[in-house]
């Protein structure tokens, strides 16, 4: 049977700008690799990220160099030391998984021995703004039942209380990004657990959150940039309660699902998040996601368009799209 890979970088408009502390986004720049096997294609989607060394360019490389090893090949079990955990082990993991299921004629679900995906609350995201406009865009989704808010280290408080009062009833995430100091998560504590806040996503650089082991905090406060695979959550676990799975730090469904597995050993809280991507990153997360206590997968609510096999946001709530990456079509009704 021929086997073939293919790379190639699209760019898909958001609908408004996306802004962190780090930065702001008008666009999705994914990679996308196809696996082909006979008459058999299998997809995933990544999204290098600039903050682990990656770019476009260099994802495309990783995919490129691995293109004789999968001609002769190389599976999904190989393919985990062949990459190193990240975008273009994600986006091959993930084409792999899907390429798995059709060549077998059945779903990534029966793969993995688990229920298909069914529908999700999911947190919706409130760019980092002036406060005003953070309270304004929390109004328009005051309905959904998990709010994520984007602060840096400027007056975030200002800008959490403009959140909240817009949306009474919402839990919220607060994620800041790396942008805080120990002084600032501090002092910021209390406030936020007046306020009703259920989870602390990432205040400290990840090259500093060693001060964690010295705070008590009454919120959880949860791993993202300091915590990619399994094999982190022993140190993980010393500094947080929580950790945040991204298929793009775990290299892909493989891993995710291993951390996933060792997370919930450890008692650690389990939320899967995203990148800013199409449905077709979204897809596979779905499956880590599954009973999570937070899950954060609204990257295709901030595009101006989607893919034709998407997933479907409503007040809060996720759908998985109703055919496509990994969905058997004997499946479809």
Known sequence: MLRGLKARHERWPLSRPFRIS????????????????????????????????????????????????????????????????????????????????KLKGCSVAELIGAQSPAEMVTAVTISLDAPELMADAAARVADAPLIKVKVNGD????????????????????????SWNAALLAEMLAPLANLGVALIEQPLPADGDHALEHIASPIPICADESAHVSADLARVARRYRAVNIKLDKTGGLTEALATRRQAEDMGLIVMVGCMISTSLGIAPALHVAANAQFVDLDGPWWLLQDRDSAVRFSSGRLAPPRNGWGISSRRIA
Request: hydrophobic share 45%; glycine share 8%; aromatic share 4%.
């Open 22 to 101: 780090r930065g702001e986004k008008t666009a999705a720049d994914v990679v996308v690799v196809e696996a082909r096997a006979g008459d058999h294609v299998g997809q995933g989607e990544s999204v290098p990220y600039a903050r682990y060394g990656e770019s476009i360019e260099s994802v495309l490389a990783q995919v490129s160099a691995l293109g004789p090893a999968f001609e002769n090949g190389l599976t999904r079990l190989e393919l985990q030391d062949a990459l190193p955990p990240g975008a273009a082990r994600n986006a091959m993991d993930c084409a792999l998984w899907d390429l798995e299921a």
């Open 155 to 178: 007056a975030p408080l200002e800008s959490i209380a403009a959140v909240r009062r817009a949306a009474p009833s919402a839990r919220l995430i607060v994620d800041p990004n790396e």
